[in-house]
């Protein structure tokens, strides 16, 4: 398992005790946490069943931006898919997810709304404020990352 980067400065975080990382979540006082040596107040969540971290260590100002947009983009556009398909949750996540990468121009590796910093919180904000959930299954029918382009395919027409 490799340490995350902090989201705010970029040194590698080093892993604790929410107490020892004065997270102020009382119900994190015991937890796991990643917490950046340098900056105050940085951290994120570790998950201990997958014994991974989630996402990348943030300061406060990233963390409620990734929270607001969770509660009040995020939620929102999953609410419209499963207004249309109760089973489409795991769907609709994936279609989100492609459509930050695609916007911010990442990998969907580094596309999770608890990797993001404070720039790419606004942008993806401004962008799903006009958005529907419609508009995010377009994106994804019309963009496939990863689909071979013509010229890719004559490359290895001509390499074979
Ligand atoms: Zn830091």
Known sequence: ??????TDCGTEAAMMLGWEAVVSDPS???????S??????SWCRHD????????TPAGEETRTARALLAERQIARIIAEALAQNPNASALADDRITGFTAALLGIERGHA????LDL??????????????YADIVRHAQTYRPG???QSSLTEQGAAA
Do not use: N, Y
């Open 1 to 6: 398992m490799s340490a995350p980067f902090c």
């Open 112 to 115: 999770a709304i608890e990797q």
């Open 147 to 149: 689909k071979p382009t």
């Open 28 to 34: 994190l006082a015991d937890a796991r946490v990643w």
């Open 119 to 132: 720039e790419q919180c606004r942008k993806l904000w401004h962008a799903l404020h006009r958005a529907s």
């Open 36 to 41: 950046c040596p340098v900056c105050r107040e």
């Open 48 to 55: 201990p069943i997958s014994d991974r971290p989630i996402g």
